[in-house]
């Protein structure tokens, strides 16, 4: 918008001390030989070689020094012309303005022009008005996106930073796709992909201290587990995650495999994660799932 002010501003400036405004036309386009029209008739015909040359000018087309109008040829004054090609190299209309000119050929070429300089007040009064408009709305970025697009592309780009709050693997649902806000009712976050084995976030059965083998998905709603110094059904444990879906979206068999994976990999990483939390390293649990576990 800047470009589309500067060059119209810099032509008003130009032409504001070149005489009397509305006879600025008048004077620089003149009959060559003599033709027949009156003193009014002429000046209709300037008024659209005048249209004429601002379209020539703002397209970043040379001047000629020729316009012709309704089969009347105008010889434009040679400093006139001089000084648009002056002006063409000082305020040379960038391309923008240039596409929008040439879009507007057909306007151009069927609308005249007998007040340049009224023609280019307007202008740069719209302007002044469009600014003011412009100034008055708040336009940073957080009041525009009122949608929280800017977060929610984060959270596609980066994945939910939730994890469940029971094995601590990071929900894995795409939380973009919805657009109400990521653990809300619609939206909740999910280990959609399956849950990680519980003792890799501590859990252990309280007895026997031997870590838990079990997933999530594996608990069932009347077993005890305790979290902190408070004994919890999972039941209630899962209305304390209200946020929380704690289904996976595993079949049975897909779940045994993950399982299965998971079980390789504590049998590297488990005897670390036992001594930080203090628990039995196992590789299967003598203990059933329905005994406390504790954490
Ligand atoms: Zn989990
Ligand atoms: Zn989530």
């Known amino acids: 918008t800047a470009e589309l002010c500067r060059v119209p501003k810099g032509l008003y400036d130009s032409i504001k001390v070149k005489g009397r405004a509305t006879k600025f036309v008048d004077d620089i386009f003149q009959p060559t030989g003599n033709n027949s ?6 000046f209709n015909n300037k008024r659209r070689c005048m249209a004429m040359l601002l379209f020539d000018y703002l397209s970043g087309q040379t001047i000629p020094s020729l316009y012709t109008s309704f089969e009347c040829r105008y010889k434009l004054k040679d400093d006139t012309q001089h000084a648009f090609a002056m002006l063409a190299q000082q305020y040379k209309p960038g391309i923008k303005l240039m596409g929008i ?16 300089s009224a023609f280019l007040q307007c202008v740069l009064q719209e302007k002044d008005a469009m ?18 697009t800017y977060a929610r592309l984060l959270d596609k780009i980066r994945g939910c930073p939730d994890r469940c709050p029971c094995c601590q693997r990071p929900c894995d649902v795409d939380h973009t796709l919805i657009k109400s806000n990521p653990g809300s009712e619609s939206n909740k976050h999910r280990c959609a992909t399956g849950h990680a084995l519980r003792a890799m976030n501590g859990y252990k059965f309280e007895e026997t201290d031997e870590a838990s083998l079990f997933m999530c998905e594996q608990i069932k709603d009347d077993q005890t587990i305790v979290v902190g110094s408070l004994r919890k059904r999972w039941s209630q444990f899962k209305l304390d995650h209200r946020d929380w879906v704690f289904e996976s979206l595993l079949k049975d068999d897909e779940l045994a495999r993950l399982n299965q994976k998971f079980l390789s990999i504590w049998a590297k990483i488990g005897r670390d994660l036992c001594q930080k939390y203090g628990m039995k390293f196992v590789t299967y649990n003598t203990q059933r799932i329905n005994v406390p576990e504790s954490y």
């Open 37 to 42: 029209l009156n003193a009014q008739q002429n």
């Open 101 to 116: 000119t040439k879009a507007m050929t057909t306007v151009y070429h069927s609308c005249t022009i007998d007040n340049l």
């Open 131 to 148: 600014l003011t408009e412009f100034d008055t709305q708040k336009c940073d970025f957080d009041t525009i996106d009122t949608q929280d």
